[in-house]
Nanobody
Framework: QVQLVDSGGGLVQAGGSLRLSCAASGRTFSSYAMGWFRQAPGKEREFVAA????????YYADSVKGRFTISRDNAKNTVALQMNSLKSVDTAVYYCAAGSLPGRRQYDYHYWGQGTQVTVSS
């Protein structure tokens, strides 16, 4: 079992940057694929980025490609999402998740963090 704690959200101006972090407990972290999802008010949760167990493969939603970077440190049991050139449409609660495969669907993931709020002001 894995427990996930998201952090790093906040208020930032459009064009700015934020780095989200997700800390995982458990000795099997390196065996999980990790993903980031987000949910804006009144909208469904959507895929943002994913990374395989080794960090050798990454996947992004078209809306964030070229602006966001997902990475992981298996020695520290952490996964990060570096967000640059933020836009107001990026405003949402961001969730990290752990699963068997780096999929784009919520049901690809078994464990979820509590979420961290990102607000981008225009």
């Amino acid at each position: 079992q894995v427990q996930l704690v998201d952090s790093g959200g906040g208020l930032v101006q459009a064009g700015g940057s934020l780095r989200l972090s997700c800390a995982a407990s458990g000795r099997t972290f390196s065996s999980y694929a990790m993903g980031w999802f987000r949910q804006a008010p009144g909208k469904e949760r959507e895929f943002v980025a994913a990374i395989n167990w080794s960090g050798g493969s990454t996947y992004y939603a078209d809306s964030v490609k070229g602006r966001f970077t997902i990475s992981r440190d298996n020695a520290k049991n952490t996964v990060a999402l570096q967000m640059n050139s933020l836009k107001s449409v990026d405003t949402a609660v961001y969730y990290c998740a752990a699963g068997s495969l780096p999929g784009r669907r919520q049901y690809d993931y078994h464990y979820w963090g509590q979420g961290t709020q990102v607000t981008v002001s225009s």
